[in-house]
Each structure stands twice: as C-alpha cells, then as structure tokens.
C-alpha cells in the first residue's frame, strides 16, 4: 500500500530533522589501483556478465525466471530484473506477469516511453487485467495526465473493486486533479479494508487537513499514530493537525521526539503565524534559537518574515 510522503506546502516549516552537527565532513580517501583491485574489479564484471547471459536460464521455465525477476526489483537492481523480465518474455510473449514486471521497472527507470510501450501491449493481450490498467495509470500520473490515469484507475477499480492498494492509487490521484472530496471516499473505503493499516489512516488524515478539516483528521491521525508510533511521517501530520487545531503543546511534545527542540519550536512558530498569532509566534522562534543558535537558520528567516509583515505589511509568504 503506498504510503504518501508528506507534502511540504508551507516553506518555513521543518519536516524532517537535518542531523547538521557543524563537523566538517572528512575527504574519503582515494582508492589505490593495485593488482588486487584490478583483478577484482574484472571478476566483478565477469560475474555480472555471467548473471546476465541468458544461456543459463534456457532450461528454466519462464514463470519461474519472472519470479527471479520479482526479487531482483525487490533488491533495486533494475537492470537484472529488465533482463529476467526480458527473457521470460522471449520464452512467452503472452506472459502477462512478465509485461506486468518490466512495466514496473521501467517506471522505476523513468523510461516512460518504453514503459508506455511494453503497458499497452500488455492492456491489449489481458484487458481484464486491474494490474495492467493501474501500472498505466501510474504511467500517466508520472506523466502528469491525471485525467488519463483516473480513467484507467477506474477501468481497474471495476475490475477489483476491493483492492486497497488500487483504491490508493486512485484517491491519490483524484488529489492531485483537485478532487479533494472524492478522494476521501476512497480513502476512507480503504481503511474499512485494512483497519490496521497506519498507512491508510495517515492518508485519510492527510486529505482531511488538505480539505482545512484539521479537527476531523486528529482522530484518523492519532489512529495511524497508535499503529505505527515511531513513523516520522505519521508523528509530524499528526503534529501538524494538533497545532492547527489549536493543540499546541501537543503539537510541540511531537514535534520535538521527530525533529528536536529547535526544529519543534520552528514549526510551532510558523503554524502559529499563518494563523495571524504573531507575538506568540515570535516567542516561539526565539525558543527555537535558543535551542540550537549556531546552526538553526530557518527560525531566523522566519522572524526576518514576521519582522517584515509587521514592519512594512509585506506578505511573508512570498
């Protein structure tokens, strides 16, 4: 199930904690060329031209090479499961899963036109397939054709109505068009599916606040929260949700156990002055400088801004 990384719309805010030290990084060392790193260098490539010839795979049936295919995606080694992909299609054209396969990492590759290519034939030799229409549904949205890909995400829907996972991919997707309202139905028919999925309640949270229902959206949040306690993502939502539902100091008790203090005071401060509470604000900021006054160069652009709409009526947000 896709787990939706969160959007950063507000740009003062701090997300995720940099881990800045102040160190210098050290300057790695430059390897030698010696006998011994030359010689392992060429059995590495030999062992890798080995893994890609296909000679070693003619007597396996081309199922079971998809599979390899599978796990070879699974580990990021895309070009290993492209070859596995390729040669079972070689053994069978008609071999659905493997058009499914190649499909996939050719979008993991970014190689649209290819994948857009490979995606038609298989919607063309299977179009009962829901897989087949979401990966070029997925295609698309990649592409930024949202229209073409919620008509596709429709055609499998149809296909496997209960499927979570398919579900997700069109209430992301209705999102993205802007259908904020018809995503949350399918968010919330997700979490009927999958109760104890954290990823499904973050997501269904997550629209709600995109909607300005941050009060709605605490309950699915703190649901994901109980699932998945140590998930950054989930903590930070729900921390957001909580200071724009005037829960401040719980907001700030989450914000600190995923960013620190100083980043925690930042993103209080900024949420408190897009809500026009600019003294409490500024307190907040200069907190956040006490706590790291070295290094935490965001709360200071972020008084520089309060200090600027205050002084001159300048929007900071621009």
Partial sequence: MLLRIKIVLLAGLTILSSGCSGALPKQAAIPTMTEDNLRS??????????????????????????????????RGDRTLARFYFSVALGKDDDLIEAYLGLGETLIAGREHQAA???????????????????LLGVLYRNLGKNREALALFDRAMELDPENPSLLTELAVTCELDGQLTRAEEYFRRTTKLCPDSPAAW???GFNLMLQERSTEAIPALEQAF?????????????????ALGNQELRALELFESSIGQAGAYNNLGYLLMLKNQDLAAQGAFNRALDASPRFYARARENLQRLQNRNDYGQNPFE
């Fill in 226 to 242: 109980r699932l998945a306690p140590k998930k950054d993502l989930i903590i930070n939502n729900l921390a957001l949700a909580y």
């Fill in 116 to 134: 857009l290519t490979v995606l038609n034939q298989a919607l063309e030799k299977a179009p009962e397939c829901p897989q087949a229409a979401n």
């Fill in 41 to 74: 260098g060429f059995q590495l490539r030999q062992e890798r031209d080995d893994e890609l010839n296909p000679r070693r795979l003619r007597n396996l049936p081309a199922a079971t090479i998809v599979e390899q295919g599978r796990n070879a995606l699974a």
């Fill in 202 to 204: 973050n997501n269904l």
